[in-house]
């Protein structure tokens, strides 16, 4: 097999979290810059970076990166990429655009650009004019930033943070990938305790269960390339019992999930047995104000309510405030959390050893890290 160079894109502030995901896996040549990871691998990384990545947006096979100022600097650097290679003769493909501080501004002629170069492409090799366009499908993305062309074809589809699990959420829900990554980015360990007293549809104690069972984020849904013929199916069957056996049925780990909404509650159950942990975690309808901590040396990661609806704000200060006295009373607990409120260290009582910034969907947060002493050892 030869190497692909790849890209795992990344919400901002997770690059290092997929880096070593990516360095887990065992891809070679990781870099990363702003939103993006980039590793080489080959047609059997394609399969594994689709399954077991937990905190990217998508996997991207890079074709190129040129400067181009001009359409037909566009077009002729576009028409000399091997798309052969991937694009059989009766597939499929769409383009999708981005550009920014660019002199090729236009995102649909730069689309249409790329469209034309690539057909032209594909005419030459396949020595044909017409298509049927009735095989696999395929998307091209031309991103532009500052004259800077970077084309690629997606592997995923579908967002890698949709694992199949969810198949209704609530109202704002957190995102599976951030979930992870704040799980990932915290103290917590299969062996200790998790609460998460802001539960909702239960997506941070289901990822904190999947990761202790070694479940691959990826079992429970398709994906783009598996229809490609330059992977294949047997591939994909390969990698995914290779995923199926390497799960931990053993590990139990002590999960807890809690609401104020019983039908956030009902959701949370009903995902739970979807992604095989439900019986890791034990959920149940409670006022955040009225937890109690389960045990010692425990984690609290949550993603709590930020005030931002008319007439909340004094009730959500109210729930971290009650949170931070709460946490008081076990200094061996640590806390991870969640917010866009800026003065939210103010009603939890304490300044955060650590913050991070996260983006949840288009709303700027804070990963605010309290921790707590590492348990003795056994």
Not at 211 to 239: H, M, S, T, Y
Not at 271 to 280: R, T, W, Y
């Amino acid at each position: 097999m030869m190497s692909i160079n790849l890209i795992a894109s990344t919400t901002f502030g997770l690059e290092s979290v997929v880096k070593r995901e990516c360095q887990a896996l065992g891809f070679q040549n990781i870099q990363t810059s702003d939103g993006r990871v980039e590793f080489t691998g080959n047609e059997e990384d394609i399969v594994r970076a689709n399954l077991w990545l937990r905190c990217a947006g998508r996997v991207w096979i890079k074709m190129a990166n040129f400067t181009a100022v001009t359409f037909t600097e566009l077009f002729d650097q576009t028409k000399a990429l091997p798309w052969g290679d991937w694009i059989p003769e009766d597939g499929k493909f769409t383009v999708v655009g981005k550009s920014v501080k660019s002199t090729l501004f236009s995102v649909p002629d730069c689309q249409a650009i790329v469209k034309k170069a690539v057909v032209e492409k594909l005419k030459e090799k396949y020595k044909t004019d017409w298509f049927d366009e009735t095989g696999a499908s395929y998307t091209i993305q031309v991103g532009i930033l500052k004259d800077v062309v970077t084309l690629a074809i997606d592997t995923s589809g579908s967002g890698l943070h949709m694992r199949g699990y969810r198949a209704k959420a609530m109202d704002a829900p957190l995102k599976e990938s951030i979930a992870s990554a704040m799980v990932q980015l915290s103290f917590w360990r299969k062996d200790r305790i998790l609460l998460d007293p802001f539960c909702g549809s239960g997506t941070i104690p289901i990822e904190a269960a999947m990761i202790a069972r070694n479940i691959a984020p990826g079992l429970q849904r398709k994906f783009a390339c598996e229809e490609w013929d330059r992977i294949g199916k047997d591939l994909w069957k390969k990698v995914r019992a290779e995923a199926y056996q390497a799960i931990d049925y053993e590990v139990t780990p002590q999960i807890y999930g809690s609401d104020i909404d019983p039908n956030a509650i009902a959701l949370a159950k009903e995902n739970a047995e979807k992604a095989g942990v439900d019986d890791c975690i034990t959920f149940e309808v409670k006022p955040s104000q009225e937890i109690t901590l389960p045990g010692k040396y425990g984690v609290v990661i949550t993603n709590p309510p930020y005030g931002e609806r008319i007439g909340e704000l004094k009730e959500v200060e109210e729930m971290y405030r009650a949170l931070g006295g709460t946490m008081k009373t076990d200094y061996t607990w640590s806390t991870y959390l969640i917010t866009s409120m800026e003065y939210f260290e103010t009603l939890f009582g304490r300044k955060a050893d650590k913050k991070r910034k996260l983006f949840n969907g288009r709303i700027k947060t804070d990963y605010y890290q309290f921790e707590g002493p590492r348990p003795p050892r056994a």
